[in-house]
């Protein structure tokens, strides 16, 4: 029963050019959550999305940042036109439901690097 | 001011020593987390909090709703504990929107 599966675990992009982050939940959960971590600062929250719907994006960046949770495959979070700025970890948790009993389990990140 | 506060930021012990990070915020919630990250790895949830106490091993996490703070004890520390401990706290909206504290670095020397 494997875990949370984030890939790449490592990506790096030139300025420009797009960065796709996959996520792929535990086995049993639809709903997927993803966090971005910026050097030398905390975890904050981008969005929510369960299967073909997006819940709640308020913590996206309005532009250029997208993403999608596919009635099949992975989860993408998809950058577009990248820029130093996006460097970043990007985590992503899944949990079997919305309510907050069940708790969040986590993949082990992507470590974006725009170069 | 940030809505979920961690203290210390930093923290360096040795070895057998007990622990305690503390974790407080202002907003309501429906839930607090403690999560465990090592250097360059991933995150491990540690527990999930509504209320009293949870143990598991030699980690121990205590909440109060009414003060609105939480703590982190680890007893018996190991140098294998290094880590950083991260409070985050989950909105009444129970959305996944968590809301995270700065994490506290602790370091445990041989």
């Known amino acids: 029963n494997a875990g949370v599966m984030q890939n790449p675990r490592h990506l790096v992009r030139r300025r420009g050019q797009e960065a796709r982050l996959r996520c792929s939940p535990m086995k049993g959960h639809s709903h997927v959550y993803w966090y971005r971590q910026l050097p030398e600062e905390g975890l904050k929250f981008m969005v929510y999305l369960q299967k073909e719907n997006i819940i709640d994006e308020s913590g996206m960046p309005k532009e250029r940042f997208s993403a999608e949770f596919p009635k099949e495959g992975p989860s993408i979070l998809r950058i577009q036109q990248v820029v130093r700025g996006d460097s970043a970890a990007y985590f992503c948790?899944?949990?079997?439901?919305?309510?907050?009993?069940?708790?969040?389990?986590f993949g082990s990140g992507t470590r974006l690097t725009v170069v | 001011k940030n809505e979920v506060e961690q203290s210390p930021q930093n923290l360096t012990a040795q070895e057998g020593e007990f622990i305690t990070i503390n974790c407080s915020y202002s907003v309501g919630i429906s839930a607090l987390h403690w999560l465990q990250q090592h250097p360059g790895g991933g995150i491990v949830s540690l527990f999930m909090?509504?209320?009293g106490k949870k143990k598991h091993g030699r980690l121990i996490a205590t909440i109060n709703i009414q003060e609105k703070h939480s703590s982190l004890h680890i007893t018996a520390s190991h140098p294998r504990d290094s880590a950083v401990y991260i409070c985050a706290v989950d909105g009444s909206s129970n959305t996944g929107k968590l809301i995270f504290g700065q994490g506290t670095t602790l370091q445990v020397k041989p």
């Open positions: 948790a899944s949990s079997p439901s919305g309510t907050v009993n069940y708790g969040y389990t």
């Open positions: 909090l509504s209320s």
